[in-house]
Each structure stands twice: as structure tokens, then as C-alpha cells.
């Protein structure tokens, strides 16, 4: 799902200048689907001016002394709701450009392509493969998101840092992470992943105790992700698909006990982003299309630096890159 679009402004446009706009703003991948169609269609009504605010940029409007032109005949139902639309993007794009300068971010985060109306195949990244893990049907591990769309995914885990701040911040700025939680971390706080969830956060698992797995029996490795996936459907409503080893280690028993309780997914990540450094697992020290970027619910006391802080260096680094920020359940 794309960011949340909260206002249904849709003033100032006359009828007659909403239509007939074409110039093509945005080239459709042919992939995108009927959202993307229109969303190009209503970018391409947004370029015609008929979201001016008003003005009806490039709009028919009589000299002084002149008769104005006949009225064009009323718009059709499909073309009300494309104006309508181009309406809500605007006004989603105006919230925007303001929450990214009330956070102090060097530029606004650009806003993803349409979800793929075609998932990519994910499968586990070269390497990282336990025995027989394809034959067993095992979630797959991977670091990176097979995909041209120039996007990567925030990953944040653990739940130790509670910060209002950062819930505030990433709803306004409209910026999708998956969070992935330790029990013992978060069963002091559920509330504050409760408000998480209902701002449409995905919350995954990320074992009870945050134990080392390997280092475990399968019985014990099975009550640290399955007894998690309980915990989260007890509180939060459902059994996550998405599972994280904590250090990313793991070894065939763990995926699975994870299998047998429902996982289907198992990401790890590309980048780990810090209060004040990056760390990349590449030899490029650079992001790529579909990198799995990874993050921890960390405050002062853990790291030089604050939620917000953390976010605001790795938006400023991702949009100076060129990347959108895109939700990782999306292309799953
Ligand atoms: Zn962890």
C-alpha cells in the first residue's frame, strides 16, 4: 500500500480546465496496474494545471471585455474521480514537502512506485542456503528484494526505544517500515506497537528472548519463534509471515521450527544504518535497488543519537541517492 492520504481537498479546479491535459509526465512501466494508470492519468491531469489551486493554469479565461467561452459540458463520472485523485495527491504532496522541512530533512523523501502487480520470485540469496533448503520448502533468506524500482525497504528491530517522536515522524512523513520485535523488549510497552500497527506498520518476529540460535535445540529454537508468533497474535491480531534470526545468524533447525509455525519469509539486510554511521555488507559501500535496509528501536542511551536523528540520516543519505523508501510486504 502506498502512503496514507489523508485530505480529500479537491477545490479550485473548473471543469473545463481538468480536461484534455495529456502531457505525459511519467512513464508507465507496464507493470504497474490500474492504480498506476491512474496515477499516471492524474499526474498528467496535475500537469495540465487543473490542480493549480485555482488558478486554472493554462484554463480559458476571457480578456477583459470579452465574453466568456461556452461552458464545456459536464465531466464524466471516471474523469470526477481521476480530478479527484490528482486532487488527494497534491494535497498528500503538500503534507509532505511540510513534515520534511518540520523534520529537518535535507530534501522530501520521493514517494514510491506502485506496489508490482507481479511479485518478484524472492529466493535465498547465494550462500546462505541451509542443506536441502529448497527441497524442504524453507522460507527463503535474503538480503535484497529482486527489483528495478529504484526503492529500499527500512527494517527497525528489537522494540528496546519507545520513542512518541519517532511514530510521529515517519506517520507524517509517510515513510513505510516492518518492524521486527523481541518480546522481552516490548511486553512493557505493548500499546506504544499497538499505535505502531494501527498507523498501518507491519509487526513481525523476532523470537521471544533474542537468544543466539544456533547455539540452541530445535525444541528450544521452536519455542523462540513459534511461542513469538503466539505473543504477537495474543496482542496484535495475527501470526507474522516475516521472521528475523536475531544477529541473522541461524541454521536449518531454525528455519524449520520457523516454517512450522507459519513463516514464509526470512530478510535480512544489506545496509545497517546507525545514530551516526552506515555499515553495508557490499564491497561497493553503496545501496541498491531493493536493498533491505536495517535499523534498531535505539535511543540515546544505546547509541549517540535519537530515533528521529537516525531517520533523518538515513532519509537524507536515500533521497540524495535517488531511492524512495517502499514497503517491503508490498513486493512480497
Ligand atoms: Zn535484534
Not at 524453507?138 to 535484497?144: D, E, K
Amino acid at each position: 500500500m502506498g502512503p496514507v492520504v489523508q485530505n480529500d481537498d479537491n477545490r479550485g479546479c473548473s471543469q473545463r480546465s481538468c480536461r484534455g491535459g495529456r502531457t505525459g509526465v511519467r512513464r508507465d512501466r507496464g507493470r504497474t496496474g490500474i492504480r498506476g494508470a491512474l496515477l499516471v492519468l492524474a499526474l498528467s491531469a496535475l500537469a495540465s494545471g487543473c490542480a493549480g489551486g485555482g488558478g486554472g493554469g493554462g484554463a480559458v479565461r476571457p480578456a477583459p471585455g470579452q465574453q466568456p467561452r461556452k461552458a464545456a459540458p459536464p465531466q464524466a463520472p471516471a474523469a470526477r474521480a481521476l480530478h479527484a485523485y490528482a486532487g488527494r495527491l497534491r494535497a498528500a504532496q503538500q503534507a509532505r514537502v511540510a513534515a520534511a522541512r518540520r523534520w529537518g530533512l535535507r530534501g522530501v523523501p520521493l514517494t514510491p512506485p506502485a506496489p508490482p502487480a507481479h511479485k518478484p520470485e524472492i529466493t535465498t540469496r547465494k550462500g546462505f542456503e541451509v542443506d536441502d533448503h529448497e527441497e524442504l520448502g524453507l522460507p527463503p533468506v535474503f538480503t535484497t528484494v529482486p527489483t528495478d524500482d529504484r526503492v529500499v525497504f527500512l527494517t527497525v528491530d528489537d522494540g528496546a526505544e519507545k520513542d512518541p517522536a519517532f511514530l510521529r515522524m515517519m506517520n507524517e512523513l509517510k515513510v513505510p517500515y516492518t518492524a521486527f520485535l523481541s518480546n522481552y523488549l516490548i511486553k512493557d510497552d505493548y500499546g506504544y506497537f499497538k499505535k505502531m500497527r494501527d498507523l498501518g506498520v507491519t509487526l513481525n518476529n523476532h523470537t521471544l528472548h533474542h537468544p543466539y540460535l544456533p547455539a540452541l535445540s530445535y525444541a528450544r529454537q521452536k519455542r523462540e519463534i513459534c511461542g513469538m508468533q503466539e505473543v504477537m497474535r495474543e496482542r496484535f491480531g495475527e501470526r507474522p509471515a516475516l521472521f528475523r534470526p536475531p544477529y541473522g545468524n541461524y541454521d536449518q533447525d531454525t528455519l524449520r521450527a520457523a516454517k512450522s509455525c507459519g513463516v514464509r519469509y526470512a530478510p535480512l539486510w544489506d545496509e545497517e544504518v546507525f545514530a551516526d554511521h552506515w555499515e553495508y555488507r557490499e564491497a561497493d559501500q553503496d545501496l541498491h535497488p531493493g536493498d533491505i535496509v536495517l535499523t534498531h528501536f535505539r535511543g540515546r542511551g544505546d547509541w549517540k543519537g535519537t530515533m528521529p536523528g537516525m531517520v533523518r540520516r538515513f532519509l537524507d543519505k536515500v533521497t540524495a541517492k535517488g531511492y524512495a523508501v517502499a514497503r517491503l510486504e508490498d513486493y512480497l
